[in-house]
């Protein structure tokens, strides 16, 4: 079985600031990691995933993460972030051998302040 | 169409009702995926179609529970007898492919409340 834990339900941080959402699994298996975002009012989105590769992975709006396997983690971090980032943010493990089910951390909600 | 469209997006109901939420999935995508977000928690995963059948509902709660995509396009959610646990959003998102390699399109949730 797969669990995924985000320990911080709310980050609040000042604009420009960098931050850092952290993101937990475990698992028995091998794993393929995620990261989605959910602006107000909108749905689910991917942010960037790690399937293979390089352990470090990048999005188009400058946000990045790090598959750490010994520590079983993958946190995201942003060196600046923007009002625009604003949003509640999921980490997401699925495994290799049961490939179609995602196993959901709790969110974490990232709070931009002016 | 653009992107998956959950239909109602939300829905008030009274205990021991029944209840059918509607999927309609970005066009030409085989897989469908119904998920449950309870608040402050993840999506929890509850059906995944390939085509028109039901590949894995090991998700679905109870007998209560049962969803459909009669024709590998459209797919609907059906709630039996609900029950105030039921109450949640229920996200419905779709892709191409199996979608560990590919990306899962989601819809805004129908947000379901039974009293």
């Known amino acids: 079985a797969q669990s995924v834990t985000q320990l911080d339900s709310q980050v609040p941080v000042f604009e420009e600031a960098p931050v850092e959402l952290r993101c937990n699994y475990s698992?028995?298996?091998?794993?393929?990691l995620f990261w989605y975002v959910q602006y107000p009012n909108q749905g689910l989105q991917l942010l960037l995933k790690y399937l293979s590769g390089s352990t470090l992975v990048e999005s188009i709006n400058g946000f990045e993460a790090e598959f750490n396997k010994s520590q079983t983690s993958f946190h995201l971090r942003k060196p600046s972030v923007h009002i625009s980032d604003t949003a509640e943010y999921f980490c997401?493990?699925?495994?290799?051998?049961?490939?179609?089910?995602?196993?959901w951390g709790a969110g974490t909600k990232l709070i931009i302040k002016p | 169409g653009a992107g998956v469209s959950q239909t109602p997006s939300n829905k008030v109901t009274e205990k021991g009702k029944y209840v059918e939420l509607r999927c309609d999935p970005i066009s030409g995508h085989t897989a469908l995926y119904w998920y449950r977000q309870s608040l402050g928690q993840g999506p929890e995963f509850l059906i995944y179609f390939q085509g028109t059948g039901a590949a894995d509902d090991s998700g679905l709660p109870n007998d209560r529970f049962f969803a459909v995509r009669p024709e590998g396009s459209v797919s609907t959610l059906k709630i039996q007898r609900t029950e105030r646990g039921d109450s949640a959003v229920y996200l419905c998102a779709s892709s191409l492919t199996r979608q560990n390699t590919g990306e899962l399109f989601f819809g805004e949730g129908s947000r379901l409340t039974v009293l």
């Open positions: 698992s028995s298996v091998s794993v393929y």
């Open positions: 997401a493990v699925s495994p290799m051998d049961s490939n179609y089910q995602l196993i």
